[in-house]
Structures are given as structure tokens and as C-alpha cells.
């Protein structure tokens, strides 16, 4: 194959994990309890791929002849969050989780960030991201003070009105705080969360960006990269590996706009990968417990499918599957650990193939370095089952 595109629909779990109980998840299954919630989903094209052979889907049953190779994938690393469920796409495994702070960062974390940016602190808790605006936003604009939160992801989160802290200041601010949180401290990403408006109808801003640790191991990427062949990133994925292993990468507003953006690299059909996230699953729906909303993201993201699959031609393949999972049906507000669906799509794949449970995300990474000849140190390929 000349071209693999992975599109991650980020959070879209399938089922809790055998260990989802020490994650304090039993019974999350976002996909399932999401097409429950809202009483059947209307999905047709990822039916027609085999979505429903996978997991019980209300409104898309199993099909006979599935148009792809489907299957589910374990996550081996330790933790449920987006830069461990990449970055074992890519190749790495984890052995311990990032750290978390339930209680807030400690004092000396807050002092330092303080001293370095010039600016007093509001917040330092575990927080809704929407939640903490609307409570703390007001005081934020009458004192210029960033809101610091994190959630029970390994997040340090810096939240500004983009009128009272300009967005280049804002990222300096991520960036000191990146620098500072090394060692224990070292969270998996520090995230810029701009926001608009007046008090009681603030808004949060597609200026998001994160500031993430650089890979701890020789990702696909890498791989791909240093053998001269394309990796274009779509979305967060320049973000959630700090910059390295792209080739070309561009930002989006919102799904659709991923959608197009990919769209767009497909067209160019270069040698490589494409590899696109679409957040909103996540932080628009998943986070904010709206099954009603996540449900009309998938159908929204269906509708769009065939545009991707008419250009997946003899040369190329399509991988879909997700990173962790975000069970918007559930009290918690936090990821979920969760199996995630493998579909394969493209003219070359052996139609309906069942590729089982595979036992890490990282298998992904090893087809695809199978198919450009590299190899990988984790996973295992699929290659040949699908081909």
C-alpha cells in the first residue's frame, strides 16, 4: 500500500477493559450505551464496514457481508488518556500512567508557574473545563488571572479570556508550564484553553493547544519520517506528539473540518500516512456527558464516510478505530477504559474478515510498518489477515 489514512474518532470506546474496574469504569461502553441512550443511531455507512460486528449498536445490527475487516483492539499501556491511547497507535507502550492530581497541583508547582509568568492563579482543582469558566471566568477578567485546573487526566490546564490574555502569552504560559513539570510532575500534556465572551455566556474558542511530553520512544512516525515518506497530521496529532515525526500538519475548527482536511491529504495521495483526530467526540460531547450530542456527531461523521472511501483507491487503506473511551452515559465526566473498534477499509482488503480482540492499539503500528517495510518492537501486524 502506497498510503494508510488512521482516522481516530477520539473516545469512541467499545466496552469496558477486563481491568476497567481498577479505573473505576465497570460498565462504561460509549458506543453502545450512547446508540441505548438515544434510542438508535443512524449509521449506515459504518454499518455497512462492519461497526455493528463488532458491539451491539441499537439501530445498526450486524451486516452479512461487511464492506471491511473489523475487530477490537486492548490497550496494553497503563492509563485511559489521549497521549497514552496515541502514542501506543504509534508504537509505544506505556508501563506506568502519568501522573494525576486529584487534589491540584502542590504549592511549589503553582509558586514557580507564578514567579515565571508574572501572573497570580485562580482555580487549582479538578474541574469541568466549561464549569470552571463560568464560575471563575468573571473573577478572571476583573484580575488577569489564568484559571488552573486538570481533571482525572494527567492535564495541567490554563484557561484565558482571549481579550484579557492575548493567545501568544497564553502559549508562552503552557510553555513555562511545560518546562517546569518534569520528573514526577511530568503530566502528559499542558493544554491552552482559550475562551470568548461576557459573564454567563462564555464560550470556549477552537484556539485550543496542547503542549505535550515528546514521545519517550521511537514512534512509527519516527519511522516513517526518517525513511523519507510522508506523515501528514490532521487535527491534535501534531500536538499529542510534541511535533516530532510530522511531515506536514495542519489545525481544525471542529470534526468536519477534519473531515475536509483529510480529504484534502487524501487527494494529494503521497507515500505515507495520514493520521487525523476528531476531538469533538471527546471534548465537546464525551467530556460533557451529551449522549444526544455524541450521537449526532456519529451520524454527522457518517454522512461524510463515503466522501473518504470513494478516494481509497487500490494503493490505499483506511484504518478507523479510537484512542480511549468517554462514555457520555455514565456519572463521571472523565475518559473511560475501553476496548476500541478496528475497521479496515480499502479495494485490496479481504472483505468481512474478523480480526478477533487484538491485544494492543500498537498492532496498528506494526502493519503499517510491515507494509513499508520497518519494523516495529511492539505489536503485532495484521497485515497479511487482511490483504
Known amino acids: 500500500m502506497k498510503n494508510i489514512t488512521i482516522l481516530v474518532i477520539d473516545s469512541l470506546g467499545i466496552g469496558e477493559l477486563p481491568d476497567a474496574g481498577e479505573y473505576g469504569d465497570k460498565g462504561s461502553n460509549t458506543l453502545t450505551n450512547t446508540s441505548k441512550a438515544v434510542g438508535g443511531l443512524q449509521i ?5 464496514m462492519g461497526l455493528g460486528n463488532i458491539v451491539e449498536i441499537i439501530g445498526a445490527p450486524p451486516v452479512e457481508a461487511p464492506l471491511s475487516a473489523f475487530g477490537r483492539m486492548a490497550e496494553t ?50 474541574a469541568s473545563g466549561t464549569e470552571i469558566i463560568a464560575r471563575l471566568g468573571e473573577q478572571h477578567m476583573n484580575t488577569g488571572r489564568p484559571i488552573i485546573y486538570t481533571s482525572a487526566d494527567s492535564v495541567f490546564q490554563i484557561a484565558a479570556h482571549e ?45 485550543r493547544h496542547d503542549f505535550s511530553l515528546e514521545p519517550v520512544g521511537t514512534t512509527i512516525l519516527d519511522m516513517l519520517k526518517d525513511n523519507g515518506k510522508s506523515v501528514q497530521a490532521v487535527g491534535k496529532i501534531k500536538d499529542i506528539f ?64 463515503p466522501e473518504i472511501m470513494e478516494l481509497i483507491s487500490e494503493e490505499k487503506l483506511l484504518i478507523i478505530t479510537a484512542d480511549h473511551g468517554c462514555d457520555p452515559t455514565t456519572r ?44 516495529t518492537r511492539h505489536g503485532t501486524s495484521f497485515l497479511k489477515e487482511v490483504l
Open 44 to 48: 449506515p455507512n459504518l454499518q455497512k
Open 77 to 126: 499501556s497503563a492509563g485511559k488518556d489521549t497521549t497514552t491511547g496515541h502514542w501506543e497507535i504509534s508504537g509505544i507502550i506505556l508501563q506506568k500512567p502519568f501522573p494525576v492530581f486529584p487534589n491540584g497541583f502542590p504549592d511549589l508547582i503553582i509558586n514557580e508557574f507564578e514567579t515565571k509568568t508574572g501572573r497570580k492563579t485562580l482555580g487549582n482543582e479538578v
Open 163 to 207: 481579550e484579557i490574555i492575548v493567545l501568544d502569552e497564553l502559549y508562552e504560559m503552557c510553555r513555562t508550564a511545560r518546562s517546569i513539570l518534569t520528573g514526577e510532575y511530568a503530566v502528559g500534556r499542558v493544554i491552552a484553553r482559550p475562551f470568548i465572551g461576557k459573564p454567563g455566556e462564555f464560550k470556549r474558542t477552537s484556539n
Open 242 to 305: 510534541a511535533g516530532r515525526g510530522i511531515t506536514q500538519a495542519v489545525h481544525t475548527n471542529d470534526n468536519m473540518d477534519g473531515v475536509d482536511k483529510t480529504i484534502e491529504f487524501l487527494r494529494q495521495a503521497r507515500e505515507g500516512i495520514i493520521f487525523t483526530n476528531l476531538v469533538d467526540f471527546d471534548s465537546a460531547y464525551g467530556h460533557r456527558n451529551d449522549p444526544d450530542g455524541y450521537a449526532r456527531a456519529l451520524e454527522e461523521l457518517d454522512r461524510r464516510l
Open 332 to 375: 463521571s465526566t472523565d475518559h473511560s477504559r475501553e476496548y476500541v473498534p478496528l475497521l479496515v477499509y480499502g479495494p485490496k482488503i479481504k472483505k468481512g474478515t474478523n480480526l478477533g480482540v487484538r491485544q494492543s492499539f500498537a498492532d496498528i503500528a506494526a502493519t503499517i510498518a510491515e507494509n513499508f517495510g520497518l519494523l
